[in-house]
């Protein structure tokens, strides 16, 4: 037996290290496996399923081109341009959860433009900027909004606001006169979720109050009459959110919306004088009024308000859903 020895401990040597050493090489790959997979898509994907996939196609009107953006970067892109960056984060989120919605709304519906875009960057739907835009517009201040900015999209990534099942028509503006209004009192649809409310923080905003000053000849270009003298000037109805139903200048009736778009006016709470030849207009508020109000937002989140509260304020009814319910594409894409 002596004389196998030798032939025996061989083998068992051979067999360790044929066991030991594929161990030993593998083992340090696994310790940092967590790490390596915590940085890869695979895992962004499990903890935000919608931020890696989902394109929104946006028709930019300074190159007249299209270009497709990922649908979270788009919303970051909306909300940097939209919100003052320095707005409370709770308003930001709101914000988010606003301009998420809308663009999925646009998307589940037949383009209304013939740009060749879901939606356009400009105000007829929400205004845009790229990264590279806002590297430009912001400059030294670029790190810290952009970071606020990701972080309000990041943390309601994927949400759309919805009411009986489907996303809303999530319209917001600057500022109230101290209330919103009803949806059919500045467009042609009454929608359940867009009432009158509350919004009495509005008049902090430094937008709340301001005075347009025409020449008569302008105004009476601008809408088509003549103010001569004697002509009654007066606001003959009003809204439930307080501002000019209808306004009639002589023989001719306007709405305040007319009277607001054709003049350029901030609101469709305005007040008329006629003073040394002049026509001076003093409005309240800025923007059409219907939906969420930005400084409205922002006064509530002061005030210690959540951004699901905000949203709740000022979109009746309304509940928080997953866009990949309703554009199954915007789930991950692998």
């Known amino acids: ?43 962004v994907v499990k903890t935000s399923p919608v931020v890696q996939g989902g394109v929104v196609a946006v028709f930019r009107a300074n190159t007249q081109t299209v270009e ?24 930001l989120k709101a914000q988010a959860l606003s301009a998420r919605t809308y663009i999925v709304k646009a998307k589940m519906n037949e383009p209304t433009n013939l740009s060749g875009g879901d939606v356009t960057d400009t105000v007829k739907d929400q205004v845009y900027k790229s990264d590279a835009e806002l590297r430009s517009l912001w400059k030294n201040d670029y790190q810290w909004k952009i970071t606020r900015i990701r972080q309000a999209v990041e943390e309601t990534s994927g949400k759309v606001l919805t009411y009986n099942g489907q996303p809303i028509t999530a ?8 209330l919103t209004e009803n949806s059919e009192d500045y467009w042609s649809s ?8 509350d919004s009495h923080w509005d008049s902090e905003s430094p937008k709340f109050n301001s005075q347009s000053a025409f020449s008569v000849a ?27 139903a ?25 007040t008329w004088k006629q003073k040394d030849g002049q026509i001076i207009i003093d409005t309240k508020g800025y923007g059409h009024g ?11 989140a002061k005030e210690g308000k959540r951004y699901k509260e905000i949203v709740g304020h000022y979109y009746s009814g309304v509940e928080i859903s997953e866009a990949s319910a309703f554009l199954p594409e915007f789930t991950a894409q692998k």
């Open 1 to 43: 037996m002596k004389k196998f020895q030798p032939v025996f401990v061989a083998v068992v040597i051979l067999f360790v290290m044929v066991m030991i050493i594929p161990t030993l090489l593998v083992m340090p790959n696994q310790e940092q496996a967590p790490l390596a997979k915590k940085d890869s898509k695979e895992a």
């Open 68 to 91: 497709t953006i990922p649908l979270e970067d788009y919303v970051i892109g909306v909300v940097a341009t939209e919100m003052p960056a320095d707005f409370e984060m709770e308003a």
């Open 171 to 178: 319209s917001f503006f600057s500022t109230s006169n101290g």
């Open 190 to 197: 009454s929608l359940p979720y867009l009432r009158s409310v």
């Open 218 to 244: 302008d105004v009476e270009a601008r809408l088509s009459v003549k103010l001569s003298k004697g002509a009654e000037v007066k606001e003959i109805a009003e809204t439930a959110g307080k501002r000019v």
């Open 246 to 270: 209808k306004f009639k200048i002589g023989d001719k009736i306007f709405t305040g919306k007319e009277v607001r778009e054709k003049l350029g006016l901030r609101s469709s709470d305005f």
């Open 290 to 300: 219907v939906g969420m109000s930005q400084y409205g937002a922002n006064g509530m």
